[in-house]
């Protein structure tokens, strides 16, 4: 089974993970239109406790069990290694069903938590409803992470990121065909359609850890797992626990930091605006638009820091573990070059597309347009907190990690209702100032955590610089291409068809003048490497020729 490189394996992993959201993005449309706002909502309400009690569940084991597994490899404890991958699901087992009956349980008081007193909406039942519904794939995914760790802990990404497709097919077909089934043949309420779609999780789970079972079977002698060792390495299993627990921690604030902004948003922007006297529907279609379906057209944006993540971390940590930081400070900098090359031209040109794309995946809506216009940026911000973050855990400074994401959290919960309030008192749309409040949130963490590496490792950022600098002209050129086409390109925004074919349009011929500037600049090869660049266009003239 081939290892990947840092950039194969961030390759691999982003256009995966790029597929699965392109799936996450495209579900929303017939399922909106399957279910209406109102359902909408419900399945976010469901989707975002589950995320947060998901990453409770997971406890940051699957990126600690990468992580160990990375490190006994390179120090060539193959005993050790595997008592870690089998000590990492026992331990995830346990906190798996713990979590999984604290969930269902006390769903309702966690429904209550949600919508507090606000009527006219979803009630506290229909909320725990789909609550208990997901709740069942926390039994599945913890198993199914662990394992994907285990991969990528050898640097062997594809099974991983292939893992993540099936998962995706799986549950998206669970979510489409048994919504629609459950509601125009068998009739049934729209809270039991939406506790069907919510139930696809786990059936997409479930697929997934077949997959990867089968591919630890069929590379067992690779992965040294058929292996009976007569002599265990120095290292006890009091040790290994001791370890896991050391690095699951500071993963753990690091992930529910992502599902708190989101909760935190959704509550407070619920309350916020239902004290600012609007309607409950209103109230409820901002709430979900900011927090669940806006982000469900940004994932894209958010798989490139994904992708980055599943090869970064195990690559980093055999630099740290060999003590060679000039090539971390390395890692660190190249990662965040190809977030700024392709994540920032994607938030510029989906903001300036904002409304035909909105139209796309939930018809015509000005507000929802304005949401998404704004609120796309925020996924640039946290992709960048992403690398800065498992920068930190690879380098094991939890320390930093705490107060980096801690300061994020909390200056994102303090500002959301006093930025809202600013906002709707001098004339502006009250809901930006929740998104406003997100990416200060980000940014501060960001700050921290550049300072901090700055200062104890002496990181530089001039190459980084360089490459924002150099950016600006493609990027610039991008938005004068796209504005001028805006002005003669016609647009219906009753016909999810005809904006479609204007966002095709538009958005390739965008694309293409921001991809041929930074080529003709160096910045392609700058970023991804000359001799890879070219590797990947002689392999596609090569094919074309026996084509």
């Not at 990121?161 to 549950?171: D, F, G, K, L, Y």
């Not at 919504?179 to 919510?198: E, Q």
């Not at 753990?252 to 407070?268: G, K, Q, R, W």
């Not at 980084?464 to 050129?477: G, M, N, Q, S």
Request: net charge positive; glycine share 6%.
């Amino acid at each position: 089974m081939k290892k990947n490189s840092f950039i194969e394996g961030t390759i691999i992993a982003t256009l995966c993970i790029v597929l699965v959201k392109i799936l996450g993005m495209l579900y929303v449309i017939p399922f909106y239109a399957i279910v209406g706002s109102t359902g909408a909502a419900l399945y976010a309400y469901a989707y975002n406790i589950y995320g947060l009690f998901l990453e409770i569940a997971t406890a940051g084991v699957p990126n600690a069990v990468s992580k160990i597994i990375n490190e006994y490899n390179t120090l060539d404890k193959q005993e050790a290694k595997i008592r870690t991958f089998k000590i990492g699901k026992r331990v995830l087992g346990i906190i798996a069903f713990i979590a999984f009956i604290i969930l269902f349980v006390f769903a309702p008081g966690i429904a209550e938590l949600i919508i507090g007193d606000m009527t006219g909406g979803n009630t506290i039942e229909d909320v725990t409803f789909v609550i208990r519904s997901v709740s069942f794939a926390l039994l599945v995914f913890p198993f199914l992470s662990v394992t994907r760790g285990f991969f990528q802990g050898h640097k062997i990404i594809a099974v991983s990121s292939i893992s993540q497709v099936i998962e995706q097919i799986a549950r998206v077909l669970v979510i489409i065909v048994g919504s629609y089934i459950a509601l125009k043949w068998l009739h049934l309420d729209l809270t039991t359609v939406v506790g069907v779609a919510v139930f696809g999780a786990f059936i997409g789970g479930l697929c997934a850890l077949f997959y990867v079972y089968r591919k630890l079977r069929q590379n067992k002698k690779e992965l040294a797992l058929d292996q009976k060792f007569e002599i265990k390495d120095s290292v006890s299993n009091k040790d290994i626990i001791k370890k896991i627990i050391k690095y699951a921690i500071p993963v753990v604030i690091v992930s529910i930091a992502f599902t708190i902004y989101n909760n935190v948003d959704m509550i407070l922007i619920l309350r916020t605006m239902d004290y600012l006297g609007m309607d409950a529907s209103e109230v409820e279609f901002i709430a979900t638009g900011i927090s669940t379906w806006a982000p469900k057209i940004s994932i894209v944006v958010t798989s490139v820091a994904l992708g980055l993540s599943a090869s970064l971390i195990p690559n980093m940590v055999q630099s740290f573990t060999l003590k060679n930081y000039d090539d971390v400070n390395h890692k660190f900098n190249k990662s965040l070059q190809i977030i700024l090359f392709i994540s920032l031209p994607m938030c510029v040109g989906i903001s300036l597309l904002a409304t035909s794309i909105w139209t796309v995946f939930y018809g015509y809506n000005g507000v929802g347009a304005n949401i998404l216009s704004v609120a796309i940026f925020a996924p640039l911000f946290s992709n960048l907190y992403t690398v800065a973050n498992n920068t930190l855990q690879s380098m094991n400074k939890f320390k930093w990690v705490y107060i980096s994401s801690i300061t994020g959290i909390v200056l994102n919960a303090l500002l959301d209702v006093p930025f809202m309030l600013l906002f709707d008192f001098i004339g502006i749309p009250a809901y930006f100032g929740a998104t406003l409040a997100t990416i200060v949130g980000f940014t501060s963490t960001l700050i921290i955590a550049m300072w901090y590496l700055k200062k104890e490792y002496h990181f530089q950022y001039q190459d980084t610089k360089r490459t924002l600098w150099k950016i600006v002209l493609p990027l610039a050129t991008m938005i004068v291409v796209v504005v001028l086409m805006k002005l003669f390109v016609p647009i219906n925004y009753d016909s999810r068809f005809a904006c479609i074919i204007y966002i095709a349009v538009i958005a390739s011929v965008g694309a293409l003048s921001y991809f041929i500037v930074s080529h003709k600049m160096g910045l392609m090869d700058e970023i991804l490497g000359k001799n890879y660049w070219q590797r990947i266009k002689t392999r596609f003239m090569g094919r074309k020729k026996k084509a």
